[in-house]
């Protein structure tokens, strides 16, 4: 069985072949940090977090580069307004990212590079651009001579005469093309700067992941991947800034994840539909929300409500249960010898459908449902009268391997109780054993005083801490 990508470049689905047998080059556009991440920023770490960790699932070496802009215009823009300096800003803000999407799940990466870290890398890429004829500089700004790549507007599929100015591209008197987009962009006073050929001043957007994509994971990548609104214009800038240096494609595949509406609208702040991530974690848990992004394939657009995220969350805990229904029963299960074979090549099949379907092209949604079907399996199986432990064993093992894939803890952590609450527990049991329920009920009243939740099942009893 092979990987299929969708590839942006080409609109089709293509076997992936990557460049070095056995490893993956993966580039993902990160955050400009001048405020907490909202959940449009969320659902790319999510996805990509997940792609990585299928590759490696099937066995590849995943080399994971997701950059942070720690210098652009936001960022100046509420330093000035915070009266603090962009670094301090910047630093803070990367600070919060991890942990919103740590919350979330997500991986770090090997790789996290600053703009402001990249500083002598940009500027010789820079350099090299107008050495090769394909940048000029006036007055201490330099820009990109657009209409000088002959195949710009190749992942946007659009004629460069077709093509307006998009998101970050300014039109200013002094470009010799309006299409034409910034690489260096001399400092205004009082702005944070560096030293360069053509003066003080900063880099543009769109230049620091060519050199970062260079410097962490060379001339050409195997996957370079982001929002879809990153298409156009940055993707494309970034491919003709890369290949006008190099002469070698940057990446032999594009992957971008689809928009996320709120209520059925565009995400916003004029419209105030603006969530970050900071503030939906304290409603709810965080891996309801990244089982709810991953609900959907990464190429389609989400919308966002409380209802769809309260379906998510009842949707994880059903599968959870049916873990935790396996686990009790094991418990208390011992083998009987008996030939298991049949219920062994039920659950493998379930397991060859998930990854089958993950093989195309990531199908998070159609993998989630293998897991239900799982579930359903799992909840027959424990119907049977004589249950043994090599099939519940099996049945956990695939539901742990295959939920680990997509990011989730399906199993529930072991917390230890005191001695105290042991006690207690087992008197209760002995009560109950005793046909003594005025003193079974007292126990539970007692231990619901102590924050302790008992619920009796077919499988035993459950406890949870309020």
Not at 326 to 351: C, F, H, M, P, Q
Request: glycine share 6%.
């Amino acid at each position: 069985m092979a990987i299929k990508i969708y590839n942006t470049l080409t609109r089709q689905k293509e076997i992936f072949k990557p460049i070095e047998e056995g490893k993956v080059k993966m580039y993902v556009c990160g955050p400009t940090v001048y405020n907490y991440i909202h959940i449009g920023n969320a659902r790319p770490a999510i996805v990509f977090d997940m792609v990585r960790r299928y590759f490696e699932y099937r066995g590849y070496d995943v080399n994971y580069v997701s950059n942070f802009t720690d210098v652009d215009d936001k960022l100046i823009k509420a330093a000035k307004e915070l009266g603090e300096d962009v670094p301090t800003i910047a630093e803070r803000f990367i600070k919060a990212y991890f942990e919103d999407v740590g919350a979330l799940g997500v991986r770090s990466a090997d790789a996290h590079p600053r703009v402001t870290e990249t500083m002598t890398e940009i500027i010789e890429f820079i350099n090299g651009l107008i050495e090769k004829g394909f940048a000029y500089e006036v007055n201490g700004d330099v820009y990109f001579s657009t209409r000088k790549f002959e195949n710009y507007g190749k992942l946007s599929q659009q004629s460069i005469d077709a093509l307006q100015s998009g998101a970050r591209i300014e039109v200013e008197q002094q470009k010799v093309d309006p299409l034409d987009f910034a690489l260096w962009k001399v400092a205004k006073p009082g702005e944070i700067s560096w030293d360069s050929p053509w003066g003080k001043g900063r880099p543009g957007w769109h230049i620091e992941c060519s050199a970062m994509v260079k410097k962490y994971l060379g001339e050409t990548i195997d996957i370079h991947a982001g929002g879809q609104d990153l298409s156009f214009p940055h993707h494309e800038n970034e491919i003709a800034q890369s290949e006008a240096m190099t002469g070698k494609a940057m990446a032999n595949y594009w992957m971008h994840n689809g928009y996320i509406n709120i209520d059925n609208e565009k995400m916003s702040k004029s419209l105030g539909n603006f969530i970050l991530v900071h503030d939906i974690l304290k409603k709810y848990d965080p891996e309801i929300i990244r089982f709810f992004m991953l609900m959907a394939h990464y190429r389609s657009p989400i919308n966002f409500n409380d209802e769809l995220l309260n379906s998510a969350g009842t949707g994880l805990e059903r599968l959870k249960n049916a873990v935790q229904n396996l686990e009790y029963r094991l418990e208390e299960t011992a083998d009987l010898g008996k030939n298991e074979s049949e219920w062994v090549a039920k659950i493998d099949a379930e397991k060859e459908k998930f990854i089958r379907e993950m093989d195309d092209d990531f199908n998070s949604a159609n993998a989630i449902a293998v897991l239900f079907d799982l579930a359903k399996l799992a909840n027959v199986y424990l119907r049977e009268d004589h249950t043994q432990k090599v099939v519940l064993q099996k049945f956990l093992e695939t539901f742990n391997e295959l939920a680990d894939v997509i990011g989730l803890q399906l199993s529930s952590p072991k917390e230890l109780l005191d001695e105290e609450i042991e006690k207690l527990i087992e008197q209760r049991n002995e009560a109950r054993k005793n046909k003594d329920f005025a003193l079974a009920d007292k126990i539970r009243d007692d231990l619901k005083d102590m924050n302790i939740i008992l619920e009796d099942t077919p499988q035993g009893v459950r406890w949870k801490r309020e």
